[in-house]
Each structure stands twice: as C-alpha cells, then as structure tokens.
C-alpha cells in the first residue's frame, strides 16, 4: 500500500481516537496501542501497561488512584509520545485504544521485543527497507474470508477495515494501491452496476472525512444490488445497533449507522409484515433534535406495512 498513514481531509480534532488509526501496508493491532490502567489504593499512582510492550512509544506523567473517573492519555505533538494525567476509580482497571505512527518501524519495534522476550537473538535492530529479491517467506498466513472481514467492518463500523479494504481494492483492479485507486475502482462498479451517483465524493473508504458526499438513493441502490443482507447487523440484537429499541422491527432489520458531527445515517433491509423485505436508506443533516430515535420510528412503521 501507499499514501499518508492519515488522510489529509481528515479532522485534526479526531487525532488520538481509536477511530482516527492510520493506515499502512503493514498493520497490527489495527494500527492502536492499548492502555490498561490500574487503579491501586487512593492517593497512589495508577499502574500503566502499554500492549503491546513497544520501546517506540514514550509514555509520561501519571494517573491519580481515587477520585473521579477521568483518566486522560493525551497524544503530543511528536509521534508516539502520550502524556498521562487525570484520575482513576481505587482498584479498578479500565482499557483505552490510542493510534500509534510510522507503522513499519513500529512493528518492527515490537517484533524485536516479541523475540527478545522469547530469548531469541538478532543480528541487529529492526530497519525498514524494501525487501530483497531473494527473501525467503518464514511463515505464511492467510487472512479470513472477505465476507467475514466485510461482516467485522460492518458490525462494529469499523474504519480502520474500511482504509485498508479500500487501498487493498485499489491494488488488485487497477494496481494503484492507494485511496484513489479504490475509489477509482468503486466509482467504476458503481458505473458498471448503473447505480446513480449524482453529487457522489468521496476522499477516504471510512467516511470520516466531512467532505464526502453520497446521497441516500445511492446507498439504497447499492444494497439493492449488492446482497450484503446477511453481512450487516441485526437491529437491537448486534453491533452498532444493539442497543437500538426496535420495537415492530425487532428481528426484522439488518442495517449500518453512520454517524459524523453534523450527520446521521441508516441504511439496510427490514422485512415488513405483507410486503416482503425492502431496502431504506435514511439520512439527517444537521438535525436540532435526535435522529436515531426518528430513524427507529421509521423503521417501525416500515415494518407494519
């Protein structure tokens, strides 16, 4: 893969959410290191573990046992480097997910540490390099099905699978593996599929960007075409909607939420009570009010009908 580890259309205001993860031709633990912080007895410094253990990573400051609930793990300016501070519950431990940077050298580092550990020695530190003709592949390991990965990113609307599938897509049709060759090669089925795209633009594959256009004739058609039925959550029962109260619809929907700032989605099939199983796509801009509670109603009354 190539280009920037961080999409440049990307908001600034996002960077340290786990949901901000780079992307790179080398991934691990989706491009996140996980923090696990341990409340000890009040007044005392929490205890903090970094997996995985990485020396590329600089950790400072330090977290309060007792108190409120307000543990802070703050990303600094130079890559990598997190300043701690806040508190912490006594006697509790919490998980948090921040974005790690320069992912090559990064899973280098933390290879390294992973062979020290098992007492196995190297000729030298870790570099990042093209790799030479005559490598030889130690191990080999193939990766789930697509529909399975596709499944994982729909479910936990996941965005560091949706960079990655996207540049992936981009090699294998056009041999460009990077954002505009997959979106090349979307726009492209969306053509061959007759599906319209009036207003379409998109920069990225997660949707994070704000300037990414779709409109809700567009994703209507694409599930239409598509059969990505069995690969969206359940509404009320998985995933991002689990905790959405259908009522009518309970057991009837499979859908995707889609959620910025400014915006809210829903799309996905709900098979109603006399008229078989139709596809909906609803989407809220800038709405004064709560629009997954209005999408839900919606869906409700569609599943009467």
Partial sequence: MRGPEINPHWNPADAGEDYDAPTSGMSIDEDT???RVYGGAPGTAARVVVV??????????????????NVIIAPQGTPNVFALSGSIPAQTEEKFWLPVHGIPAYAGNVLAAMLREASIRTAGPPDVQPAPLDSVALWDHRSAALTDLI??????????????????VGGDVS?????????AAE?????RQGI????????????????????????????TDAHLYRLLP????????????????LGRVRAKTGHLSDAASLAGYVNTMRHGRIVFAFMINDSPGDPDAAYVRAVDLLAKM
């Fill in 33 to 35: 290191a996980e923090f």
């Fill in 52 to 69: 995985p253990h990485s020396s590329a990573l600089r950790v400072s400051g330090e977290i309060v046992s007792g108190g409120g609930d």
């Fill in 151 to 168: 499944a994982r990113m729909l479910f936990v609307s996941d965005n560091h699978y949706a960079e990655q599938l996207l540049r992936t």
């Fill in 175 to 183: 041999g460009a593996p990077d954002d505009a060759g997959g979106i």
């Fill in 187 to 191: 726009e492209a089925f969306l053509r």
């Fill in 196 to 223: 319209p795209t009036h207003g379409f633009h998109v920069v990225d594959g997660s949707g994070l960007a704000e300037v990414d256009r779709v409109s809700a004739m567009t994703l209507a058609r694409v599930l």
């Fill in 234 to 249: 359940q509404g009320g029962r998985d995933g991002t909607l689990k905790h959405y109260d259908f009522t009518t619809a």
